[in-house]
C-alpha cells in the first residue's frame, strides 16, 4: 500500500499508538489501514459415498480439481455465502448438514468454513468458473490434480468419517513451514 484510501497521502509502516503490531497508517490524515484475513467458504457436497468436485475454470489453479468455494461476500451470513458459491460453481443446489471444517491459513491471511452438504444425484452442471463438475467415489478422486492444500485433507477425513458413521466439526492449521 502506498496511498491513503481516505485522503490519498503518502502511508507508511509503524506501529500505531496503543496498538502491538506494524500497519499503514497516512502521514497525512492519520488513518490506520487495518488489514484483516479473508473468509473463504463452501461445501463438501456428497451423494451416498461419493463427493462432488469441480474442475476450475478459472485462475487460480485453472484445469485442476477442488471442492466448491470462494471468498464470502459483504452481508453474507457464511452458510449463505457457502450456497452461493456451491451454485456458482457446481449449478447445484444442496442440503446443509453441518459445518464440517475450519481451516487457519495465516500465511495467506485467509481461513475457510466448509459445510457438509447433501446433493441428488445428476443435479450438478459446469458453469462459467468451471471446467467439468462430477462425483467420485474415493478410489475415482483425481488426486495428483487436486487445486489447494486443504482439499485433499478434507476429502481424506470426509471418508474415514463415513467409514465411522460420524462427522464431528474440525479445526486445522495449514501453516507453511
Not at 15 to 27: F, L
Not at 59 to 77: Q, S
Not at 80 to 95: I, P
Not at 163 to 177: D, M
Request: with cysteine; hydrophobic share 35%; aromatic share 12%.
Amino acid at each position: 500500500m502506498n496511498f491513503c484510501t481516505q485522503c490519498g497521502g503518502p502511508v507508511s509502516k509503524k506501529i500505531p499508538q496503543g496498538d502491538n503490531r506494524e500497519r499503514y497508517v497516512c502521514n497525512n490524515c492519520g488513518y490506520i489501514h487495518y488489514q484483516n484475513p479473508n473468509a473463504v467458504v463452501g461445501t463438501l457436497p456428497y451423494c451416498g459415498d461419493k463427493v462432488l468436485l469441480c474442475k476450475r475454470g478459472i485462475e487460480p489453479r485453472l484445469g485442476l480439481w477442488t471442492l466448491p468455494a470462494g471468498f464470502l461476500e459483504m452481508g453474507e451470513t457464511l452458510q449463505e455465502g457457502a450456497l452461493r458459491e456451491t451454485k456458482e460453481e457446481t449449478n447445484s443446489q444442496v442440503k446443509i448438514d453441518n459445518m464440517y471444517f475450519m481451516f487457519d491459513i495465516p500465511q495467506i491471511g485467509q481461513f475457510y468454513v466448509l459445510y457438509k452438504a447433501s446433493i441428488e444425484e445428476n443435479s450438478y452442471s459446469p458453469t462459467s468458473e468451471s471446467l467439468e463438475v462430477d462425483l467420485f467415489s474415493f478410489d475415482e478422486i483425481p488426486w495428483e490434480e487436486l487445486a489447494f492444500p486443504f482439499v485433499p485433507i478434507a476429502l481424506k477425513q470426509f471418508y474415514e468419517d463415513l467409514e465411522e458413521g460420524s462427522f464431528p466439526f474440525r479445526k486445522k492449521e495449514l501453516i507453511k513451514k
